[in-house]
């Protein structure tokens, strides 16, 4: 079997001490296919280097909600000359997290939007984090179409919100959180049609039971497809297929 991890951060600096170790586990255990996600300019720009030196992993370039103080014109600037490195398959992670930053709502939505249109000039799809903000979500993807479409990452499973990201042409991607005791993923899953659900970790964070608490990697993808496979009544095998062809898709790899 072959996994695609549609988003990690292999640029955190919980992997600066076996960083090469990790990414020879991970391609030795299946996943021959990885996003390196970046948050903000620094990170992004780790996220290209770590792809530019490794053919199986590709990169994405954005500023992400948490990450508002790193927005200035300049970064944006640089941001979308980064953007242009052929290993960057996506603009994100961006969008709006009003969980963790109650007070400059309005700062985000501005970035989110300024970081569609530098998608569409890029003619890259985009990776949305979205916390306590569906339907601002939503309104700004109506109203700022993108082109190239993109990705729920860490989907929150909420009906809603799925609804109307599949309307709209997205992808949704799933997490360890969706094999947490107190989840209840079965309808969010249910509601995915097969052709746009991708996998991912958001290692190191969002570690899958039965190793909750520990640094996540992409070895632990594998645990994700089988929770999936399980509530859509359909082999692994085929769930890994799918999420690893929907991947390459999304991304043009
Ligand atoms: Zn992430």
Same mark, same amino acid.
């Given at each position: 079997?072959?996994?695609?991890?549609?988003?990690?951060?292999?640029?955190?600096?919980?992997?600066?001490?076996?960083?090469?170790?990790?990414?020879?586990?991970?391609?030795?255990?299946?996943?021959?296919?990885?996003?390196?996600?970046?948050?903000?300019?620094?990170?992004?720009?780790?996220?290209?280097?770590?792809?530019?030196?490794?053919?199986?992993?590709?990169?994405?370039?954005?500023?992400?909600?948490?990450?508002?103080?790193?927005?200035?014109?300049?970064?944006?600037?640089?941001?979308?000359?980064?953007?242009?490195?052929?290993?960057?398959?996506?603009?994100?992670?961006?969008?709006?997290?009003?969980?963790?930053?109650?007070?400059?709502?309005?700062?985000?939505?501005?970035?989110?939007?300024?970081?569609?249109?530098?998608?569409?000039?890029?003619?890259?799809?985009?990776?949305?984090?979205?916390?306590?903000?569906?339907?601002?979500?939503?309104?700004?993807?109506?109203?700022?179409?993108?082109?190239?479409?993109?990705?729920?990452?860490?989907?929150?499973?909420?009906?809603?919100?799925? *609804?109307?990201?599949?309307?709209? $042409?997205?992808?949704?991607?799933?997490?360890?959180?969706? +094999?947490?005791? =107190? &989840? !209840?993923?079965?309808?969010?899953?249910?509601?995915?049609?097969?052709?746009?659900?991708?996998?991912?970790?958001?290692?190191?964070?969002?570690?899958?039971?039965?190793?909750?608490?520990?640094?996540?990697?992409?070895?632990?993808?594998?645990?994700?497809?089988? *929770?999936?496979?399980?509530?859509? $009544?359909?082999?692994?095998?085929?769930?890994?297929?799918? +999420?690893?062809? =929907? &991947? !390459?898709?999304?991304?043009?790899?």
């Amino acid at each position: 079997m072959e996994f695609f991890d549609s988003h990690a951060h292999y640029n955190d600096e919980r992997y600066d001490e076996d960083r090469e170790i990790i990414l020879r586990e991970i391609y030795a255990s299946g996943v021959t296919n990885a996003v390196c996600v970046g948050y903000n300019f620094k990170k992004s720009e780790l996220a290209v280097k770590i792809a530019q030196s490794h053919d199986f992993i590709y990169a994405t370039c954005g500023i992400s909600p948490n990450d508002i103080e790193d927005f200035s014109e300049e970064n944006l600037k640089k941001m979308e000359r980064l953007a242009q490195n052929k290993k960057v398959v996506a603009i994100g992670e961006i969008g709006l997290d009003y969980y963790w930053n109650k007070d400059n709502q309005n700062l985000q939505k501005e970035i989110f939007i300024q970081q569609i249109q530098m998608a569409n000039r890029q003619n890259k799809p985009i990776v949305i984090h979205t916390r306590d903000a569906v339907m601002d979500t939503i309104e700004i993807l109506k109203t700022y179409p993108v082109t190239k479409k993109g990705i729920f990452h860490c989907c929150p499973l909420n009906p809603e919100l799925i *609804k109307e990201g599949v309307k709209l $042409g997205f992808y949704i991607s799933f997490s360890g959180n969706i +094999t947490f005791k =107190n &989840a !209840k993923p079965e309808k969010a899953i249910a509601q995915v049609p097969l052709e746009r659900l991708l996998v991912e970790t958001d290692c190191p964070y969002l570690t899958p039971e039965p190793f909750r608490g520990k640094r996540n990697d992409s070895t632990k993808v594998k645990w994700i497809v089988e *929770k999936i496979a399980q509530l859509k $009544g359909m082999p692994k095998e085929e769930i890994a297929r799918v +999420t690893y062809r =929907n &991947a !390459k898709r999304i991304f043009e790899i």
